[in-house]
């Protein structure tokens, strides 16, 4: 007689969305005890200010990861972006909000540019964009002239922007409004991906391509639309980036999806596709800003945050391969 | 055009090979006319330089990708090897002899962990690519407390091991890398571990019903592959004397551009060092043309983005029609 | 039973090398369940292929509801109303029940997809079918037989007139069967026309109205299930003349020394206390239906799967086997079903495909002798007759039967004494079937001991010398070949064993 997994608030704990706010909740407290200075409401806006580009880029990755790709092109796309908007808003005098929108639809259209390259020409994920990561490094240095470009600063005329993210009152307490919006979009996306089609698809792509294709689905549109959004959010994610450096450096942002992309499968997207949530995501992005902020403050240099979110990547996915190798052992269904 | 493309000649040199070498002496023909003493010494010199690092690297990488898996932690392994090794000559004084040696054996130890994970933990290569990128950065700022490292000049002391670039005016170097290149070759095309690799890369479910040890010479490739990795740091060292911590990762796309190039399919099982070692060429020769030109580098780098991309879909489609 | 809903007249079909289809007829009823039946090969999946708009037939016609009728695609056919449940599944493993179900057709309100109306909707769908599933459930989380009810009610939930199920019972425990059973006798009363392709004579016997046997391609006869025997079914699956003679008399002394031992073997649900003995110089022949666990026992005793228990022996000797490594290093070899995908290499030559069990051979030094390798594929091509120019050529350009000579060869170079044959001539053409067959009798004449699996009658009867008989992971029955018939194998090979 064959017995279905009975659900038990064990079982509700291996499930790795609610390890993770463990995780943050654990990190936190144990800076929080070791070290007086990380109590210090600064450092909490300090983490939260850096953590803004991280989340949207964990928020849009997830997407291809999901299908069973990787975009690695979101790191100095970002960057690429950020240089592009601001270069305009410098030097060719557009308002702001132009460079922004400049921004989102570069990133739309590297976004795209990927999709086709993954899903049409069916190139491996990694290595069309680790390719258009190239381009972009590129594009981002020849497009602005090799100037390194600041934002308006939030002094200057069109510096509004930074109040989306920071808003100083009266006597000089900063509020970190951004981590309202992040929030918000965590909620709105993990929603697209549980209730609408498109995240749905994304799902079923990732987890099984061949039975996707015979149910009749347009396959190729949505695994293209995934690419997409991962663009769309590395051209959001350029704005509280732009907000946070000063002065954006071209040929920078190499090593910034690795955080992104970790911070996704800690948070329980996982690195073969099918299954994975937004929510994690989040959770898992703040839990390498915490190692980031934090190791400092505990006489750690910030490398070892490098190493030790290596460590819990690999970590992470040999749990998963763990539990699969497990599930085919003892003959279940999922083979 | 078939008739030529059928000669015996061709055949054996392979007909990818000859087209990437054409391409390779039109790009100098280009260079050479439009730039003004182009054809000098000095813009030679800048060529090999590059060589010589990159195209160990690739050499290594070529192992990796020839059994359908991808390595891109090279360029900041690269870079680790010869911060640590070079932080032990300088600050602990071991002597240079020792330093090559343990330059050599990050490489190594690096190789072992990444092909561990993928042989034996069945992690995918990126992710274990990806860990490994960030452990080199981390590992390496934190062994030399985030201080770049030179290594000694060749007029200092230890400094002799900058002859495996240059001896006098003698471009050691250039004798060096295509003896490696041609050891690399022997390994693949006549020894256990390159026929193993190979077939694996083509039907690794094939090869282990045939009774093969697919986990172990699966390994084998990533530990080759840090070997030589660890041979490009020394080389890389030689040349620039300067290394950074949190550096590299350009050297990633290149290496794997010069190797995918070249005609090594990135499905696994087709891989060829000759086409990796004129790959090489292509790309160093691209970016010194580039900096010669006054361009910025950064059109190399889009122009090297843009070859992998017709280069991986010349293999995807080439793919589909051998099916 | 009501009017026709369809006839299938005069179909032809061939394939390069196999005359797939030869004139076949089959018609249904609306309210009928009518069975098709036949061995492996006998063309039912091929039919139905030419139905469902999968295959494209070569002649003959086809009239669905009174209309001459031709489908292209799987859904063009769905649209008119057949709809057909494979035996492979294709559902998504991370998506819920409710949410495969409905793939693709989702209830929306809004850009919300309703998933709360989809799990009412399969509630009710499986309410009417009596199938008690968690619609809410991840697909991966149920057993292969639950998904494959999802299956079924997929297929169902879809308007529709005629449905075709492929073998639907092979993952299904008895009361899932039971179950199976009453929502196809709902459906009957429904009036739709259901085709019930399956092996098992028990169940034809029980739920069907009709039967039809196909045979080699063609048709054979329709019986009115309650009016007929097994025995008159089986008749007509195996009626054939054999043009080969049965091998009369195994040339094995019966003193022979036991080569191969395998005791109690346990490899999940297709190999389930599995115990044979394979003598030296013989060729036992492994035969029952598709899905029957010999290629699983031959996977698990060549430590190609992994074995929950069990014991092996060689010679006697107790030996252990956890990897194909093991058993290449005890003298075993394993040419597979699918000799494209497991057996050759394909991208590369012939060569180095023939020396891949056993390089360490061709080593000197550190460097592989190629003259040496080059010789010893020359012997085997030789010696087997392949057809090839040169030893340096890519496997990918040799014919099916060539390849597998490539991989006996390999086995050869190898010098393995036993040897595992699993369906050895499957699409491979007469003249090299020949080949094949002088070749293995001339390795059990030189002492080597082979166990071949195979689904060809003629071919088991022909060549073995003891025939092992399996049937949904168990073995049930050992026969000698003076004692063995096509009915008694057949008989053997469809039993359920309760």
Known sequence: ?335 | MEKFKNSAFVKKVGFNRIVLAGVLILMYVIFSVAIKGFLGSSHLMGTLNYVYFLGFLSLGVTFVIATGGIDFSIGPVMFCCALISGYCFGTYHVPMAVAVILCILVGLLFGMFNGYLVAYWDVPPFIVSMASMNIAKGAASIFTKTQSISWPRAEEAGGWFRSIVKVGDFPMGLILFLVGAAICAVILNNTRIGRYILCLGSNKEAVRLSGVNVRKWLMLAYVICGILVGIAALFFVATYTTVQPNYGDQYNNEAIAGCVMGGTSMAGGLASIGGTVIGVFIIALLQEGILALGLAKDVQLIITGVIVIVAVYADVLARRRRK | MGEEILRMEEIDKSFPGVHALDHVHFNLNRGEVHALMGENGAGKSTLMKVLTGIYSKDSGKIIYEGKEAEFHNTREAQEAGIVIVHQELNMVGDLTVAQNIFIGREFMSGIKINDRKMVEESKKLFDRLHIEINPTEKMSNLTVGKQQMCEIAKAISHECKVIIFDEPSAALTEKEIDDLFTIIRDLREQNMGIIYISHRMDEIKVITDRVTVMRDGTYVGTLITKDCTKDDIVKMMVGRVIYEQPKEKSLVPDDAPVVLKVDHLNAGKMVQDVSFELHKGEILGFSGLMGAGRTETARAVFGADPKQSGDIYINGKKVEINSPEDAVHHGIGYLSEDRKRYGVVVQKSITENSTLACLDDYISGIFINKAKEKEAAETYIKELDTKTPSADQLVVNLSGGNQQKIVIAKWLVKNCDILIFDEPTRGIDVGAKNEIYKLMNRLASEGKSIIMISSEMQEILRMSDRIVIMCEGKKTGELKIEEATQEKIMDKATRDIK
């Open chain 1, 1 to 335: 007689m064959e017995k279905t997994k009975k659900k038990s608030v064990l079982s509700l704990f291996s499930n790795q969305k609610y390890i993770v706010i463990l995780v943050v909740i654990l990190l936190s407290a144990i800076f929080m005890i070791a070290s007086a200075d990380f109590r210090k409401y600064t450092t909490f806006v300090t983490l939260l200010d850096m953590s803004y580009y991280y989340v949207l880029m964990g928020i849009g990755v997830a997407f291809p990861l999901i299908t069973g790709g990787v975009d690695l092109s979101i790191g100095t796309g970002m960057v690429c972006y950020a240089l592009v908007g601001g270069y305009l808003v410098r030097n060719a005098g557009v308002p702001v909000i132009v460079g922004i929108l400049v921004a989102l639809l570069f990133g739309i259209g590297i976004g795209a540019l990927n999709g086709v390259l993954v899903a049409v020409m069916d190139l491996p994920a990694f290595l069309a964009t680790l390719c258009t990561c190239m381009i972009t490094r590129g594009l981002g240095s020849l497009l602005t002239f090799k100037s390194t470009v600041p934002w308006p600063t939030d002094k200057q005329p069109g510096g509004w922007f930074h109040s989306i993210f920071k808003i100083t009152t009266g006597n000089n307490t900063k509020i970190p409004l951004g981590f309202l919006w992040v929030i918000i979009l965590m909620v709105i996306m993990a929603f697209v991906l549980k209730h609408t089609k498109f995240g749905r698809y994304v799902i079923a792509i990732g987890s099984n391509k061949e039975a996707t294709i015979l149910s009749g689905i347009n396959v190729k549109f949505f695994h293209i639309m995934a690419y997409v959004v991962c663009g769309l959010f590395a051209g959001l994610a350029a704005i509280p980036y732009a907000s946070a450096i000063p002065t954006i450096q071209p040929g920078t942002g190499a090593g910034v999806e690795l955080d992104a992309i970790g911070g996704a499968i800690v948070g329980g997207v996982s690195a073969t596709g099918g299954s994975g949530s937004i929510e994690g995501t989040f959770f898992g992005v703040y839990v390498i800003c915490l190692l980031k902020v934090g190791l400092p403050f505990i006489g750690l240099q910030a490398n070892w945050q490098q190493v030790i979110t290596g460590a819990i990547l690999i970590g992470a996915v040999m749990i998963d391969i763990v539990k699969k190798r497990r599930a085919i052992a003892t003959g279940q269904a999922a083979a």
